[in-house]
């Protein structure tokens, strides 16, 4: 695989999907695009070994964030797996900012692995660990570099989100987090007193 063909499979899709999860839009937290996208990205990071030639168990001594990556690509391939302490599942989560008198603002909406075993992770973290233990370990030629995006804050009295047919087929239900940011800058959960949540 060259190293173009490498920014088109991965690192392209990572970005498309960092864009696409800062879009205000109410998910089915197991069934979208989102979660579609991230499959297909999951399963072009795990078959870098074949590019590489070396093999599964190298690859996940070398990076536990290649390994996550490698049984969400499989789970989602395969459906359960013969080893049960690899299974996992995607799901997507709103998150929101959370300021007293100020109201809600949309940060951006996460995606989850859920792994059986070695617990939850942040799909874009994950993956973007992973796919820079690629570009180290096939020396691929390239400056990008990528961070998770989050959306300018921006308050409302109402927390809301909008349902679009084309991002996600059927919804019945979304998951929210809140989050108010410390003083050192990171977020950290919140508890409002009130909730007032629209789909639009």
């Not at 999907?17 to 399963?43: F, K």
């Not at 049960?84 to 709103?94: D, F, M, V």
């Not at 959306?151 to 919804?171: G, Q, W, Y």
Request: proline share 5%; glycine share 4%.
């Amino acid at each position: 695989m060259s190293d173009l063909r490498f920014l088109n499979d991965v690192v392209k899709p990572w970005d498309e999907l960092n864009v696409l999860l800062t879009e205000r839009l109410a998910l089915q937290p197991d069934l979208s695009d989102i979660t579609r996208l991230a499959g297909s990205l999951a399963v072009a990071i795990r078959h870098q070994i074949d590019a590489a030639g070396i093999s599964d168990i190298q690859a996940n001594v070398e990076s536990n964030d290649h390994r996550i990556i490698s049984d969400t690509a499989d789970f989602w391939k395969h459906g359960p797996l013969r080893k049960p302490e690899r299974n996992n599942k995607l799901s997507t989560e709103s998150f929101f900012e959370y300021a007293p008198g100020k109201g809600f603002s949309f940060i951006r909406n996460a995606l989850f692995i859920e792994h059986s075993t070695i617990g939850k992770h942040d799909f874009l973290v994950t993956s973007l660990a992973a796919i820079e233990y690629w570009i180290r370990k096939r020396k691929i030629s390239t400056n990008w570099s990528g961070s998770v995006r989050e959306n300018t804050p921006e308050f409302h009295p109402v927390a809301f989100l909008h349902f679009d047919p084309k991002r996600c087929i059927s919804m019945n239900q979304t998951r929210l987090g809140f989050f108010s940011k410390r003083i050192d800058g990171l977020w950290e959960r919140a508890d409002p007193p009130e909730v007032r949540f629209e789909v639009r």
